[in-house]
């Protein structure tokens, strides 16, 4: 990420949850873009990462009038697959980031690789927020198309709302049921202690610009520290493969500091250290997606140049 006056790099923010809740869906509508539907069976079954520069951000959150308390350069949003045997992927996403986004479906509630995936989050101590999609499904619902939760609820009939609150509470009592308070983000007096919810639709775009200053604002303010910008090199390793060209190419998540062409790194080889010299960096589209068949084994490291 580029160096800001603040000195604060980009949060990187992993996406989880059960199969089919609407993670995809999320990005898509925050990007603009089609991934979902093109999957196979419409199912993920790969790490996507995406670059939202802070100017998306700031457009998307206009409504809620916080313009001026963006402070982060922009967000890195790592998609995770929902799909039971991809645990595995899941564990590297939130091992990776510094907050993530638990995505529960309003009609179903807390469902296996939610547990999952709450269960890998409170393992790393991991911040999280809970997007509550799929609000537009509840019978009667009138959408306002990308608009903040709490303008759209006021357009609801009592008997919208009524099932509303009963799938809230539902919700928060299964929460509670797994040792965790969760609280609407605006009814929060607790923050920290309490986990936000945040009633989204991926399809209407409703609780969207709620979810973004939400996620910016929380790391903004409680991870200062670990979003110092920094000289030293933070770099995390998704895929390593060679492309004909190019040559060996190595999928990278820099989480700090800044790489250059020239620059001598070392990364984790399965026969020991590789060292190694910068050829070229090539950086993928903002709002576009990444995506990476497998994680490199090496995992996470420093690489100090
Ligand atoms: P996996 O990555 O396979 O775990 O699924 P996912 O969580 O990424 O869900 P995905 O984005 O694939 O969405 C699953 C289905 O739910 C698709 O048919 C979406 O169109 C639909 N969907 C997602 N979000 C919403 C929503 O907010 N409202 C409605 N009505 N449908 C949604
Ligand atoms: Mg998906
Ligand atoms: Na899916």
């Keep these: 990420s580029p160096k800001q006056s603040e000195d604060l790099r980009s949060p990187i923010c992993c996406i989880m949850g059960h199969v089919d809740t609407g993670k995809t869906k999320l ?13 196979a069976g419409g199912i993920t079954q790969q ?8 100017a998306n951000i700031r457009e998307r959150t206009k409504e809620l009038k916080a313009d001026a308390t963006l402070k982060v350069p922009g967000l890195l949003v790592i998609d995770t697959p929902g799909h039971e045997s991809f645990t595995n992927l899941r564990s590297r996403g939130s091992g990776l980031c510094d907050i993530a986004i638990l995505v529960v479906d309003i009609m179903h509630g807390l469902e296996p690789q939610t547990i999952e995936s709450l269960n890998l989050l409170k393992m790393r101590k991991t911040e999280f927020i809970i997007a509550l999609n799929k609000v537009d499904r509840l019978y009667d619902w009138k959408a306002r198309r990308n608009s903040p939760i709490g303008m759209t609820l006021k357009k609801q009939t009592k008997d919208v709302l009524s099932e509303f609150n009963r799938r809230v509470t539902h919700v928060i ?3 509670k049921e797994q040792g965790l308070n969760t609280e609407l983000y605006y009814k929060n007096r ?3 202690e309490t986990f936000s919810i945040v009633p989204t639709s991926a399809v209407t775009g409703e609780g969207i610009p709620d979810l973004l200053l939400l996620l910016v604002q929380w790391t903004q303010k409680t991870m200062v520290e670990k979003l110092t910008f920094s000289d030293e090199v933070q770099c995390t390793v998704l895929e390593v493969k060679v492309i004909e060209g190019l040559g060996t190419t190595i999928d990278v998540v820099l989480v700090n500091g800044v790489l250059h062409e020239g620059d001598q790194i070392v990364v984790c080889g399965l026969q020991g250290p590789i060292v190694t010299t910068i050829r070229a960096l090539l950086t993928p589209h903002p709002m576009k997606e990444i995506r990476v068949k497998v994680w490199f084994s090496g995992g996470a490291f420093l690489i100090s140049v």
Aim: with cysteine; net charge negative; aromatic share 12%.
């Design 47 to 54: 790490i996507g990462a995406t670059y939202f520069p802070a």
């Design 173 to 175: 009592t299964q929460f």
């Design 190 to 192: 607790e923050m920290g």
């Design 27 to 39: 990005l898509d509508c925050i990007r603009g873009t089609n991934v979902q539907e093109g999957e």
